[in-house]
């Protein structure tokens, strides 16, 4: 065999090896901090929206330093949460594991970031959390006012005013598995 065809087989055997040493690398890395140190040496989950919630499915990771990580090959939105005694004051986070690295923060408040579609959900959930403030003062108003016609009628155009923006924040999501998960949630968005 002559060195040109060695020096070949070397080249494309290296080649091989790099492309399977990167299909198993995870697309996407969670990097996660939890409010606090309380939670430390408990177990954080990562489970699916929609779908089986079972071993094969659902995974696991020990919260340390206050910090918890995730590797997820698969593309869809899911939820972080702590175990079920340890939730109280500690909102859950949907996040999608989209490529890229995730940031997420638990506590409270809980929020996500750091790829494009986790960017966008974290506006959502900002933008619903303020249309929940207002529908609350609003429904507390109706109780404590003798303006009722008035307050139905704030009431729904914010109920209109959602159902818009909710429409217009999913055609505007590309592709992918949040757009997917918005248009499963609220089927009826033309």
């Known amino acids: ?6 020096l070949i087989l070397c080249i494309f055997a290296l080649w091989v090896n790099i492309g399977c040493v990167q299909d198993h690398k995870a697309k996407c890395q ?3 901090t939890v409010e606090g140190h309380a939670l430390d040496g408990k177990t954080i989950y990562l489970v699916p929206v929609l779908g089986p919630h079972d071993a094969a499915h659902v995974d696991s990771a020990t919260i340390s330093n206050g910090q918890f990580h995730f590797a997820v090959d698969s593309a869809e939105v899911k939820v972080i949460r702590v175990g ?4 109280e004051n500690i909102e859950d986070l949907l996040v999608v594991s989209e490529p890229g690295t995730v940031k997420a923060h638990i506590g409270k408040v809980s929020s996500c970031g750091g790829t494009p579609q986790n960017d966008s959900l974290q506006a959502w959930k900002d933008q619903m959390e303020q249309f ?3 529908l609350f003062m609003l429904q507390q108003a109706k109780m404590q006012s ?3 016609d008035t307050i139905n009628i704030h009431l729904t155009q914010l109920y209109r005013h959602q159902q818009q923006s909710i429409a217009a924040f999913t055609k505007r999501q590309p592709k992918g598995a949040l757009r997917d998960f918005l248009l499963k949630l609220y089927p009826n968005i033309q």
């Open 132 to 134: 929940r403030q207002t």
């Open 84 to 87: 079920y005694r340890y939730r």
């Open 146 to 148: 003798s303006r009722l």
């Open 30 to 32: 969670i990097m996660g």
């Open 1 to 6: 065999m002559s060195k040109y065809c060695i």
